[in-house]
């Protein structure tokens, strides 16, 4: 998912240090690996900061039928529709590794928001970012094809295109999962997977490994 991008005027500022301070209001939780965070339908009263591990936020139709919409590391906010007034939880979030999170509750982040302008400037940048990240989603679901779609998620994963160095090695993220993310079925992801594997674009070594080369899928039309 999108992370903060500071700009110039905000290098030297940092929101892990800003959020440190705040006082009353936040606390730091640690989530083991598959514990939910928040429910559909829970009471959205605070904002999430992903410090370590992975999240996974899921939405559940009528039908029952589940669908992941998107993967979170640290530097992502969370749970962010409480500013806007949500007042319930549209979707869920579960720990898809063991987890360290600053939960701020809603009063206090529209405190620091409003007090912080360098930390407001990147809250903005980031929800930016995050709305330019679900375009790009809904672009892909439309006209690529599920092979490049599942390519694009790996490389996202890796985090391939950020600043810093990717992390080649993934989550451990079940095919399933994977699926559902990107609207085939596991057979397929299986029939993808096994195709990269053998011709060197990722392979496994304690973990899945995505390399660069992947990216020949997703630019070659």
Do not use: W
């Not at 992903?50 to 039928?65: E, H, I, M």
């Not at 919409?69 to 063991?98: K, Y």
């Not at 993310?181 to 992801?189: K, L, N, Q």
């Amino acid at each position: 998912m999108a992370r903060i991008a500071a700009g110039k005027s905000s290098r030297k500022f940092d929101p892990n240090v800003f959020l440190a301070t705040i006082g009353e209001g936040r606390k730091i939780i640690t989530v083991p690996k598959n514990q939910s965070i928040f429910t559909q339908g829970d009471r959205a009263d605070a904002v999430f900061y992903v410090q370590k591990g992975k999240v996974r936020l899921t939405v559940v139709s009528k039908a029952g039928k589940e669908a992941t919409i998107g993967i979170l590391g640290e530097g992502d906010f969370f749970g962010e529709g409480t500013l806007a007034g949500q007042l319930l939880r549209m979707g869920s979030a579960a720990a898809l590794t063991d987890c360290e999170l600053l939960r701020v509750e809603k009063k206090a982040m529209l405190g620091a928001l409003h007090r912080e302008h360098a930390f407001s400037d990147l809250f903005v940048a980031y929800l930016l970012a995050r709305n330019i990240r679900y375009e790009e989603d809904l672009v892909d679901q439309l006209f690529n094809s599920s092979e490049k779609r599942l390519a694009r998620i790996l490389l996202l994963l890796a985090h391939f295109g950020k600043e810093g160095i990717p992390e080649t090695v993934v989550p451990k993220i079940s095919q399933e999962t994977l699926a559902e993310m990107i609207g085939t079925t596991r057979s397929r992801v299986s029939f993808f997977m096994n195709r990269f594997r053998k011709l060197g674009f990722i392979h496994y070594n304690g973990g899945l490994k995505v390399h660069s080369s992947l990216l020949n899928v997703v630019l070659h039309d």
